[in-house]
């Protein structure tokens, strides 16, 4: 599987995130956050039994910090509070994001192509977002670009760090045990517990965990790893478009006329963003390596 299609199947399968937290899950972000990342790193650290070598130890902190922790927690503050599609829908942000700071930190000075397509998309973002009955939150909608932030953040970062010395399944459940933990002792602290835990709380849980945490963030960091966090990240486009898509299936949202060609407008800055003039192809595809020893 490309780096591509593992970054298109990752954020799909991301994009069912928002209908199962909130038909299947309690209504305590903090903990279903914690369980998620929790249980992601054991079913993968299950299978990669691999310490990282000392010099990882603070690298995986900061990551599983960014691309899990924080990303976690806020995600499911905004999908509470947030309508699905709304919430998902500024996950189209994230190309935006990595784009300037894979300049900012990677000296990768975007093209106007890429920069045209992310425009593309974030004009598709505001004609699905802004209808009179939306919902809108101020704090669900500043979680929602924090955890895109996040995410794009830590991408980026990894790029910049090079390739880890572990397999790809134990430097992924490494990041999310970090994560786990620290959303484990958040959700304690701050007392977001659930009365009552059902068998339908179970089951999402254990999808939450494994086939929408602990599968996706293996094929997501592996396209990450050998395309490049500002190749890959336009696919955070897919995310929104599948839960824009749930919505209306599975809870009867009906999409109005504008919103759908918002919807189409982000799918057209996808397929412009991987669009490369041959001249520039084989550049595109080269991902900055730094030696570790020099970021230890």
Same mark, same amino acid.
Do not use: C
């Given at each position: 599987?490309?780096?591509?299609?593992?970054?298109?199947?990752?954020? #799909?399968?991301?994009?069912?995130?928002?209908?199962?937290? !909130?038909?299947?899950?309690?209504?305590?972000?903090?903990?279903? %956050?914690?369980?998620?990342?929790?249980?992601?790193?054991?079913?993968?650290?299950?299978?990669?039994?691999?310490?990282?070598?000392?010099?990882?130890?603070?690298?995986?902190?900061?990551? @599983?910090?960014?691309? %899990? @922790?924080?990303?976690?927690?806020?995600?499911?503050?905004?999908?509470?509070?947030?309508?699905?599609?709304?919430?998902?829908?500024?996950?189209?942000?994230?190309?935006?994001?990595?784009?300037?700071?894979?300049?900012?930190?990677?000296?990768?000075?975007?093209?106007?192509?890429?920069?045209?397509?992310?425009?593309?998309?974030?004009?598709?973002?505001?004609?699905?977002?802004?209808?009179?009955?939306? @919902?809108?939150? %101020?704090?669900?909608?500043?979680?929602?670009?924090?955890?895109?932030?996040?995410?794009?953040?830590?991408?980026?970062?990894?790029?910049?760090?090079?390739?880890?010395?572990?397999?790809?399944?134990?430097?992924?459940?490494?990041?999310?045990?970090?994560?786990?933990?620290?959303?484990?002792?958040?959700?304690?602290?701050?007392?977001?517990?659930?009365?009552?835990?059902?068998?339908?709380?179970?089951?999402?849980?254990?999808?939450?965990?494994?086939?929408? !945490?602990?599968?996706?963030?293996?094929?997501?960091?592996?396209?990450?790893?050998?395309?490049?966090?500002?190749?890959?990240?336009?696919?955070?486009?897919?995310?929104?478009?599948?839960?824009?898509?749930?919505?209306?299936? #599975?809870?009867?949202?009906?999409?109005? @006329?504008?919103?759908?060609?918002? %919807?189409?407008?982000?799918?057209?800055?996808?397929?412009?963003?991987?669009?490369?003039?041959?001249?520039?192809?084989?550049?595109?595809?080269?991902?900055?390596?730094?030696?570790?020893?020099?970021?230890?």
């Amino acid at each position: 599987m490309g780096p591509k299609t593992s970054a298109a199947v990752a954020t #799909i399968l991301w994009g069912f995130t928002y209908v199962v937290s !909130t038909t299947l899950l309690p209504h305590n972000p903090l903990l279903v %956050a914690a369980v998620r990342a929790l249980g992601g790193a054991f079913a993968l650290l299950l299978f990669a039994r691999h310490l990282p070598p000392p010099g990882w130890w603070n690298k995986l902190i900061v990551l @599983g910090t960014l691309n %899990a @922790g924080l990303f976690f927690a806020l995600l499911f503050i905004s999908a509470m509070r947030l309508p699905g599609g709304v919430a998902a829908i500024f996950q189209a942000l994230g190309p935006l994001f990595a784009i300037l700071l894979g300049w900012a930190i990677l000296k990768m000075k975007p093209s106007l192509l890429k920069i045209a397509s992310v425009l593309i998309g974030v004009v598709g973002v505001a004609l699905v977002v802004l209808k009179g009955n939306a @919902g809108l939150d %101020a704090i669900g909608i500043a979680a929602a670009l924090g955890g895109t932030l996040s995410l794009a953040l830590g991408g980026v970062l990894m790029n910049k760090w090079g390739k880890p010395p572990i397999s790809m399944l134990a430097f992924t459940g490494w990041q999310l045990l970090v994560a786990g933990i620290e959303l484990l002792l958040v959700a304690l602290l701050a007392g977001d517990l659930p009365t009552v835990i059902t068998v339908t709380h179970i089951a999402g849980f254990v999808i939450l965990a494994v086939l929408l !945490t602990a599968v996706p963030f293996v094929l997501w960091f592996g396209a990450i790893a050998r395309a490049g966090m500002v190749v890959v990240a336009p696919f955070f486009l897919l995310v929104p478009i599948t839960a824009f898509v749930l919505d209306a299936l #599975i809870k009867g949202f009906v999409p109005t @006329g504008l919103q759908i060609v918002g %919807a189409v407008i982000v799918v057209a800055g996808l397929l412009l963003s991987q669009w490369t003039p041959k001249a520039r192809r084989k550049h595109s595809r080269k991902v900055p390596q730094v030696p570790h020893a020099k970021h230890s």
